[in-house]
């Protein structure tokens, strides 16, 4: 399932996101989108992930609290909603289907959606 993460943009400190990640093809419903992303000169990070029916989420720390992932599998789309945004949140956001509990991509990395937040 190749899935296409939208939304990006540019947003000062302490502003709002809502990223969208999109499916393709078959449907998504049965598998776990994760949500990651890839600042300027350093590795890709787990940001957080959410399971097949969008009954449990978990997020990384430097996260938990500000973002809020959510899906609905009827329009196929996950939602990544990025609240007291913080110029170390700037970065390059991918989505793709995961094992949920060991973060394993199963699906390909498809383009990434750029957020720069402005101190």
């Known amino acids: 399932v190749q899935l296409q993460a939208s939304g990006g943009g540019l947003v000062q400190a302490g502003g709002s996101l809502r990223l969208s990640c999109a499916a393709s093809?078959?449907?998504?419903?049965?598998?776990?989108v994760g949500w990651f992303r890839q600042a300027p000169g350093k590795e890709r990070e787990f940001v957080g992930a959410?399971?097949?029916?969008?009954?449990?989420?978990y997020y990384v720390d430097s996260v938990q609290g500000r973002f809020t992932i959510s899906r609905d599998n009827a329009k196929n789309t996950v939602y990544l909603q990025m609240n007291n945004l913080k110029p170390e949140d700037t970065a390059d956001y991918y989505c793709?289907?995961?094992?949920?509990?060991?973060?394993?991509?199963?699906?390909?990395w498809g383009q990434g959606t750029q957020v720069t937040v402005s101190s």
């Open positions: 093809g078959r449907t998504f419903s049965d598998y776990a």
């Open positions: 793709l289907t995961i094992e949920y509990y060991n973060r394993r991509p199963i699906g390909s």
């Open positions: 959410i399971n097949w029916n969008g009954g449990s989420t």
